[in-house]
């Protein structure tokens, strides 16, 4: 009897010594300790996809600049009769603000920029707190958050606010700088403009030395990245030395194995199924075009695919009228001629008839995959017409026309003639910009910001203050240096940020 | 200790250990300690122990009468000879055994009346048989009094009852009857005479004269187990008297005549507070939470068990306790929020033997399509073509990317391409029209469910074991093509007793469950839209030979390419034989193991150990045949352009499988306490418990070119097929997954120590009081030390009013009143005080998995409790024919885990914290009245009533938008689930819906804010009504059930503008001035107007109804039909269910009605495909030998 007192007792006291069975970390969930763990943070999709798109993947920016065209039955029926989703496209393109709805949630911000946000300060805080956190390797993952961190705030801080006066004043006040992974920790205050671009430069320069010279994916910023994001900095700051200074250390180190390596022959290009070109993948030399590690990505980062075609939208006049239709491959492949808008409504029937139509980022009938993937990060191309406007800029029209023409080799077919230089260096920018407009994506964010860096240069060829825009027979008007072209923050986020001082706001939508 | 020839010497029945009025012991689990390594050992040990018991089965067969002979011996040890050859149990007072004398005794087959008057003769006890009961008591003591009035108690056959207490109302006078139930008192006319009997109900007779009495009394119950019912926490036995909690005790005669095999069902109605939902689940008292566990905690013999109600053989259930308020559950501290069911399964019978049959037949009646109010064919083709007519140039599209169109859009486009003639093309649809596709459907593809179970038990022992095995077969075939489903359940359960001072008992179950249903889906076949394979004209039959056949699945224009390429299949499509092509598979295996060992250390104070072990395994494993559609389509599809001989989907099947392994054990070592002082009585319990929770799953990756024959299947590029590599070089788009399953491993290791203890203490049966506390910790809780040492606990007293000596009201029996307080608790195991991330799928966009963060770092995390108030009252009257319980409670649920809206500048929409508070409140009512009670003719009645109102006090997510409301939400201040509707204000002059904004403006949908909804009630049933009633007459029971559920509310479909599949379509605005006339907008492909219109407040409708639920009939084949045959009892049972329904509803939809696939989707609140609980009807045999 004696014994079982004994062994009672002695349960009691081998159950109270229970720190050992519960001192496991719970098992089936990821605990990360290890710099590996952080680093498979920066794969997470949420990094990518969403930056300055709305759900449905489309963004609105675009709609603002001279790109692109709604027609008459597409605005009238298709976005405002049917209340489309994607009615900020429409409102944006008749610059009727408020674009977007402000008492809902405001999808650039909340799951584009400050939900990447946390990966990168998760694994900054993360890494820094390992003992292994100045190892080589350990330096290489914080260089790419570093990396993602800058890109998205720059772009974040443009859309948010006014351009960045090189030189003039940057006092304005336009979105928090949000570097702690602690979720306790307050919101910080808004940064003014020159804040930001001081904290990006910063982050870039933190990035730089340990920038990894490959990566496994685009997703990921390797050296040619951060030097690119160095270089298009710079195109704000107008300090076109530094432009060239990076864009061509990016080109270089890009291409030291070939421009071949970073450049599609668009001659060797064709469709998968020639008989019915408008649903058929491109067949490229590496079955890659159509993916996020297309040879041509340097650092990828989701982008509008949809404009530029039906349901959405159509390439304006002035966009189609910059291709050589004869010559230009691009023009073969991205602009194809396919049945427009035709619907019936209240006893009014809209035909847009057939209609050019921008087939680039047009999925394969079926896939999820585009015909050719675009980025609204950078591209090995813009690399290479990065370097080019500072050519131009710094007044080498021979380098700059260089450049220009290395780019039309791969993309206008074979045999024909290159560019020759301008006479002037202003026509030499011109000539560098309208390729640049030809190049990069028509929808999204890259010409948006690009008309709002031509609009502090007044009176250049390049530089537009009005955007003009029709619908039917009604004319539109917005203003590139006003605030038509600054997006207001959502009213959920300054309700929790009364500190902010910004009044919410209350116009009707 | 005394050795005698004979083996039971020694060996004291448990129910005779505990020195307490009316107690029943022989439900009391106890368990102990396995040492799971030595699980093997077990397992043979009880294989061993089943032969051994199958021996003893056939070498004894027991009789009603005694042999025995000893000298000295006490009273007790031969109770326990009587209990071990007779089955007869002896209850009463224990304490009375201790003024007993020791017997002397030899016999041989004695019948066992003789014998118990031999040993009774020079004890100053009494005995009395009811039935195998034999009940002890004093022997009257009859004062030396010239005492005015004789007279006799017997019961109601006649039979004497000794021992019986006679009282004179109003004085202090009182007498016992003797041995042969006479008595004599000193009373006169005009008193009145006050006469109780344990067992028995009490009666008051008036005096008239002094003439000799004859006075009888009326058993409370057939058998004497309702004398002493006990409260089964689990951790103890309670007597019901002596519990201050809430509590429901369902026993076995309750679920006896039920035939369905689950044991949900059964419960449904059997006791307030207990709700069934309709999709299956089981609420006690509301929902006390937001993220973490709603459903209650099943025990069963003592031990949590993981497999759920199903894994229950209802034929093996002895009683099911609810334990509901916070006394009743704190004892499981911080999962017992929801409430606790506890589950006894049935002990062997000493002595005798049995083997028990219980079998039935089922069929649940096909359900029933016209539920699905889809529109008639004509309708649906007219929306079709409408919609090709509004962008006509999508289709044409379509067909020329190979894409899939519908048949009508396909003859639409031959018609505008000029591929078909136009008058052709009108012939053929108008054609169509007449096609009845779903009534097809629901001939061919549904069938009536049919089931069958076989349950065989046997149970038995000797005098040192007692064995219980039951075997139960269930089987059934679904009510679709294909579908199948069995499961197979062994029970196995062992008492000993290998010295009178311990018990040892040892517990086993293993479930075996298969089944088998078509990989693609049902709803699949039953949703209509254009881009969907089926369609209201699709004949799935060829109404002329009743074969199955193809219908239009594959665009021509794909049909037509892949025709002038060699090596590819056919892409016909025929959807009744494809379904069999494709088979998801599952067997699941579940073994339980368990015991415990009892030592008595003194008197009253025993020390236990126990534990309980499982473990299983389950495997699925979908096969889709390479001959299946889907896998032709993906071989053809996957062709090479640059090299067609190759396929980048390789031939042959496709398979997919999971296979997880699980693994509890609990230990508990426990002291129980248990003694009466004088008018003191203390019960108490301590222990500790460890408990681990292991779960290991591993999905593999799919795998292609499988042979089943042969296990073989085909080398697969993962990575680069994921990643797209191959989309340009392959013939066309369709996979048959995407992305392709590369695996995945699940995990989970959670771990739990606990420390607790309850004690009563009750003085002179009068008052009583409890309390409990238990401390809980995890291995997943509890970085901040604030949160980690908070103990649960609870105090409860009852008040015995009718116990007390100026208590007098004739007509009551019992009155006791009870209040309780407590706190439970409850766990989501999902965040941490740590940063969690994981792994995700194969990204496309980041080129590698990816990887979330599932829950940023928590410090302050903690258990979510819920604190009970409890207000009983248990009353009966009239001799205990009126037995009422009443309880009213209200619960606090605070800290419950709730998203709380934070600024998503930080990343996140909202973080886990604890922020939530609902409360709940509520009454229960059970009334049980035997109407009716003589020889022949009974009728008995339980009506059950519970309302349930809650409130949620606070949850902190903000909804930013009306669209928030598309579910039932929980929201401060309303209800949880509660629905917000749309103000609906008809049709603009454009056949757009409008609705009213708060200043009364109609405006569009988009308009619509979050303050412009209005408030329409709450999904949740408020009141839940079981009627009962239980008729007998002589061998016939007939048992009908009513149920009820009254104070919510449904949302009804309603044609949205997109839906063409809707009966409504038809019903649509067409042109101008339509709005005067239709609320239902115009049609359009896609439109915003589908996520507001159809929660509109106008298809808001009460959610009442009551429904005829159950109706048993059982007829006991009499004595004089089994006449001498070898069977003891045979039966014939019959039942049905949801024979009937009455529903508030205006389309009489029938409120239980469930979305057929995944029911508690967050869409199925519509309804879109709605199943509707269908007639069921029974037929069951069961005998016993």
């Not at chain 2, 190759?646 to 609990?666: A, C, F, S, W």
Request: hydrophobic share 35%; glycine share 8%.
């Amino acid at each position: 009897m004696r014994k079982l007192i004994y062994s009672f007792i002695g349960g009691i006291v081998m159950f109270s010594s229970c720190e050992k069975f519960l001192d496991i970390k719970p098992k089936g969930k990821l605990i990360p300790g290890e710099i590996a763990d952080y680093n498979h943070l920066l794969d997470n999709p949420d990094i990518v996809r969403f930056p300055f798109l709305n759900n449905n993947s489309e963004s609105f920016l675009a709609y603002l600049t001279d790109n692109l065209e709604i027609s008459e039955g597409m605005g009238k029926v298709y976005y405002k009769a049917n209340n489309s989703p994607n009615i900020g496209n429409y409102y944006a393109y008749i610059f009727r603000a408020p674009y977007k709805n402000p008492n809902l949630p405001d999808y650039f911000w909340e799951s584009g920029t400050y939900r990447s946000m946390k990966y990168f300060n998760n694994v900054i805080d993360g890494i820094k707190s390992l003992p292994d956190a100045n190892t080589p390797e350990a330096k290489a993952v914080l260089s790419q958050a570093y990396a993602g961190r800058a890109w998205s705030y720059l772009n974040t801080t443009l859309v948010y606010g006014p351009m960045y006066h090189p030189g003039g004043d940057n006092s304005t006040k336009t979105i928090p700088y949000l570097t702690s992974s602690d979720v306790s920790k307050p919101v910080p205050g808004l940064s003014t403009q020159q804040e930001i671009f001081d904290y990006v430069l910063s982050d870039l320069h933190a990035a730089l030395p340990n920038a990894p010279g490959v990566t496994n994916y685009p997703s990921r910023p390797n050296k040619a990245a951060v030097l690119s994001m160095l270089a298009y900095y710079h195109l704000f700051t107008q300090k076109y030395d530094s432009v060239f200074y990076y864009a061509d250390a990016a080109w270089k180190l890009a291409t030291k194995n070939g421009v071949d390596k970073v450049l599609y022959d668009y001659n060797q290009l064709s469709y998968s199924n020639p008989g019915n070109i408008l649903s058929s993948a491109i067949v490229s030399p590496d079955n890659k075009i159509h993916l996020p590690n297309s040879r041509e990505i340097l650092f990828y980062r989701s982008s509008d695919l949809k404009a530029g075609r039906i349901s959405a939208s159509y390439p304006s006049e002035e966009f189609i009228q910059l291709f050589d239709a004869d010559h230009d491959l691009r023009y073969s492949y991205y602009l194809l001629t396919a049945t427009g808008y035709k619907t019936t409504f209240s006893g009014t029937t809209y035909d847009d008839g057939q209609r050019i139509q921008y087939y680039r980022g047009a999925y394969a009938t079926g896939t999820s995959y585009p015909k050719f993937e675009m980025t609204c990060g950078f591209s090995y191309p813009e690399v290479l017409l990065m370097r080019a406007e500072a050519n131009a800029r710094l007044n080498k029209p021979g380098e700059a026309m260089a450049d220009i023409n290395l780019l039309r080799k791969y993309r206008l077919k074979t045999g024909s003639p290159d560019l020759a230089i301008p006479p002037s260096q202003e026509a030499t920018i011109q000539l560098v910009l309208e390729e640049r407009r030809r190049e990069l994506p028509i929808g999204h964010i890259k010409r948006f910001l690009d008309l709002k860096r031509y609009g502090l240069e007044t009176g250049k060829p390049w530089s537009k203050t009005i955007i003009e825009h029709r619908v039917g027979t009604e004319i539109y008007q917005g203003h590139v240096n006003s605030e038509d072209f600054i997006i207001p923050k959502s009213n959920n986020v300054l309700k929790l940020n009364p500190g902010w001082g910004i009044p919410l706001d209350e116009r009707p939508f | 200790m005394q050795k005698s020839p004979f083996c039971n010497q020694g060996f004291i029945p448990s129910r005779l250990l505990l020195p307490v009025r009316g107690v029943d012991e022989k439900r009391k689990t106890r368990t102990f300690r396995i040492p799971w390594k030595k699980s093997l050992l077990i397992m043979k040990l009880t294989g061993i122990l089943l032969l051994a018991f199958c021996l003893q089965l056939s070498a004894k067969s027991i009789a009603q009468s005694v042999t025995y002979s000893g000298q000295n011996i006490p009273l007790k040890q031969i109770f326990s000879v009587i209990e071990n050859q007779t089955g007869y149990m002896v209850s009463g007072n224990m304490e009375l055994l201790r003024v007993s004398n020791p017997v002397t005794i030899s016999v041989q087959s004695m019948p066992i009346e003789n014998f118990l008057s031999l040993v009774f003769k020079n004890q100053p006890l009494n005995y009395h048989l009811v039935g195998k009961d034999i009940i002890i008591s004093r022997k009257p003591y009859i004062p030396p009094t010239q005492a005015a009035l004789k007279g006799r108690i017997a019961d109601t056959l006649g039979n004497a009852l000794p021992g019986a207490t006679i009282r004179v109302k109003g004085k202090n006078t009182s007498t016992i009857s003797d041995s042969e139930g006479n008595f004599t008192i000193d009373a006169v006319p005009g008193d009145v005479l006050q006469v109780s009997f344990v067992g028995f109900f009490k009666k008051e007779v008036k005096i008239n004269s002094l003439a000799p009495l004859a006075i009888f009394l009326v058993p409370q119950s057939v058998n004497m187990a309702a004398v002493a019912i006990t409260v089964n926490t689990g951790y103890q036995s309670i007597p019901r008297e002596r519990a201050t909690g809430s509590y429901a005790i369902i026993g076995a005669d309750q679920l006896n005549n039920k035939l369905r095999p689950d044991l949900q069902a059964a419960l449904e109605a059997q006791a307030p507070g207990l709700a069934l939902t309709k999709d299956g689940r089981i609420e006690i008292r509301g929902v006390s939470t937001f993220n973490a566990e709603t459903s209650p905690l099943i025990i069963v013999d003592g031990y949590p068990i993981t497999g759920g109600l199903e894994s229950i053989n209802i034929d093996n259930v002895e009683n099911v306790t609810v334990l509901k308020d916070a006394v009743a559950a704190s004892i499981y501290g911080s999962r017992s929020s929801n409430g606790v069911i506890v589950i006894t399964t049935k002990k062997g019978k000493s002595g005798t033997m049995s083997v028990g049959y219980r079998g039935s037949f089922g069929l649940i009646q096909k359900p029933d399509l016209s539920y699905l109010n889809r529109s008639s064919t004509a309708d649906y083709i007219d929306a079709e073509a409408e919609l090709y007519s509004q962008s006509s140039f999508l289709y044409q599209a379509q067909y020329a990317g190979y894409s899939y169109l519908s048949k009508v859009n396909y003859l639409l486009v031959a018609k505008d391409l000029g591929l078909m003639p136009a008058t052709e093309v009108d012939a053929e649809i108008e054609s169509m029209k007449q096609n009845d596709g779903l009534g097809q459907l629901q001939k061919y593809l549904f069938r009536n469910q049919l089931s069958q179970q076989h349950n065989i038990s046997l149970s038995g022992g000797s005098d040192k074991n007692t064995t219980a095995a039951t075997i139960k077969y269930v089987t059934n075939r679904g009510n679709t093509l294909y579908t199948e489903n069995d499961r197979a359940i062994f029970d196995l359960r062992n008492d000993w007793k290998p010295h009178k001072n311990v018990t040892v008992k040892l517990f086993s179950n293993i479930n075996y469950s298969t089944s088998k249903a078509p990989l693609r889906t049902i709803p699949s076949f039953l949703e209509y839209y254009s881009a969907t394979m089926f369609h209201p004209y699709d004949l799935v039959v060829n109404p002329e030979t009743g074969q199955y056949q193809d219908i239009f699945a594959t665009n021509p224009a794909k049909i037509d390419r892949y025709a002038n390429m060699d090596g590819l299949k056919p892409m016909d499509y025929n959807p009744l034989e494809d379904l069999g092509n494709e088979i998801t598979r599952t067997q699941n295996f579940q073994m339980r193991l368990g015991g415990s060992i009892n030592v008595k250390l003194m008197e009253g104070l025993n020390i236990e150990g126990g534990g309980v072990w499982i473990r299983g395994n389950s495997v699925t494993k979908s096969i889709s045949g390479k001959d299946s559609y889907r896998m032709r389509l993906a071989y053809n599809d996957g062709t090479s352009i640059s090299n067609p001989s190759k396929h980048y989907i390789p031939d042959g099947d496709m398979v997919q499988e999971g296979r997880t392994l699980n693994q509890t054990y609990t230990i508990r070592g426990q002291l129980n306490f248990n003694r009466s002082f004088g008018k003191h009585q203390v019960m108490a319990i301590a222990g500790t418990e460890v408990t681990r929770d292991v779960w290991d799953n591993n999905t593999y990756p799919t795998r292609f070119g499988y042979d089943d024959q042969s296990g073989t299947f085909a080398t697969f590029n993962y990575a680069d097929y994921n990643a797209g590599i191959y989309n340009s070089d392959m013939l066309g788009t369709s996979k048959p997954q995407n992305p392709v399953n590369i695996g995945q491993y699940n995990y989970r290791d959670n771990r739990f120590v606990s420390w607790y203890a309850n004690g009563s203490y009750e003085f002179d049966y009068r008052f009583l009081v409890s309390g409990s506390i238990r401390l809980d910790q995890t291995n997943f809780f509890g970085t901040n030390p604030d949160y980690r040492y908070k103990p649960l606990w609870s105090v409860g007293g009852t008040y015995k009013l009718s116990n007390e000596a100026f208590f007098n009201v004739p007509w009551i029996t019992k009155l006791y009143l009870r209040s309780s307080y407590g706190i439970n608790g409850n766990i989501s195991l999902n965040s941490g005080p740590f940063l969690i991330i994981s792994p995700g799928s194969f990204s496309n966009y980041t080129g590698d998995i990816a990887y979330n963060i599932s829950s940023p770092p928590n410090n302050s995390l903690r258990w979510e409790k819920t604190s009970t108030n409890n207000y009983g009252i248990d009353a009966s009257f009239f001799n205990n024919r009126l037995n009422v319980t009443a309880d009213y409670y209200f619960r606090k649920s605070v800290d419950l885990l709730a998203p709380d809206m934070v600024d998503p500048t930080i990343g996140y929409t909202s973080l886990t914290k604890n922020v939530g508070q609902i409360n709940n409140k509520g009454i229960e009512l059970s009334i049980n009245a035997d109407i009716l009670r003589d020889k022949e003719v009974g009728w008995n009645v339980l009506a059950t009533y519970a309302s349930n109102k809650n409130e949620v006090i606070s949850y902190n997510v903000n909804y930013l938008y009306a669209t928030s409301f598309l579910t039932s939400v929980n929201r401060e201040n309303y209800p949880a689930n509660a629905v917000f509707s749309y103000r609906n204000a008809g049709l603009d002059e454009n056949g757009s819906p409008i609705y009213y904004n708060q200043k009364g403006d109609k405006v569009n949908g988009g308009a619509i804010g979050v303050d412009d909804l209005v408030y329409s009630g709450t999904l949740r049933p408020k009141n839940t009504f079981g009627l009962t009633n239980n008729l007998s007459y002589k061998s016939l029971q007939l048992s009908v059930m009513f149920v009820a559920k009254t104070g919510n509310v449904l949302r009804r479909t309603a044609f949205d503008g997109t839906n063409i599949q809707h009966k409504d379509v038809a019903k649509r605005w067409r042109q101008p001035g339509d709005e005067k006339t239709t609320i239902y907008p115009k049609l359009s492909a896609f439109s915003l107007d589908a996520f507001y219109f159809p929660f509109s407040d106008t298809f808001v409708e009460s959610g009442d109804f009551l429904k005829l639920r159950d109706v048993t009939l059982a007829y006991n084949l009499p004595k004089k039909v089994i006449g001498k045959s070898f069977f003891k009892n045979a039966s014939i049972n019959f039942e049905a269910r949801n024979l009937w329904m009455w529903t508030a509803n205006s389309d009489h939809i029938d409120p239980e009605a469930i979305e057929l696939i995944d029911p508690g989707s967050a869409q199925a609140e519509l309804g879109f495909t709605p199943f509707r609980p269908m007639p069921e009807y029974y037929l069951g045999l069961r005998f016993q030998f």
